[in-house]
């Protein structure tokens, strides 16, 4: 079993970046692809990013792509997501989550192991 916390989140004024990171504990972070997720008030959780788990394949919504940046660490047992560019409609519960799959798995049901989330407020 793997641990996943989330920081990062906040308020960011429309056209900013935050960088959000989500560290690991328990089992070896390097075993697992990992993926952001989001969730607006009202609606589902949906895939934002993935990452296979040496890091060399990424996969990306087509609302984010050229905007957000997946990346890891495994050294450091962490994942991070840089988003810039942000806009109104990216405000959400973001969660990363670790997965025995590809990384380019983009149903939260493929998906092992979630955080708590972080909130990520952009004001327009």
């Known amino acids: 079993q793997v641990q996943l916390v989330e920081s990062g989140g906040g308020l960011v004024q429309a056209g900013g970046s935050l960088r959000l990171s989500c560290t690991a504990s328990?089992?070896?972070?390097?075993?697992?692809?990992m993926g952001w997720f989001r969730q607006a008030p009202g609606k589902e959780r949906t895939f934002v990013a993935g990452i296979s788990w040496i890091g060399g394949s990424t996969y990306y919504a087509d609302s984010v792509k050229g905007r957000f940046t997946i990346s890891r660490d495994n050294a450091k047992n962490t994942l991070y997501l840089q988003m810039n560019g942000l806009k109104p409609e990216d405000k959400a519960v973001y969660y990363c989550?670790?997965?025995?799959?590809?990384?380019?798995?983009?149903?939260?049901?493929?998906?092992?192991?979630w955080g708590q989330g972080t909130q990520v407020t952009v004001s327009s």
């Open positions: 989550a670790a997965s025995y799959g590809t990384g380019h798995d983009d149903s939260p049901g493929d998906y092992d192991y």
């Open positions: 328990g089992r070896t972070f390097s075993r697992y692809a």
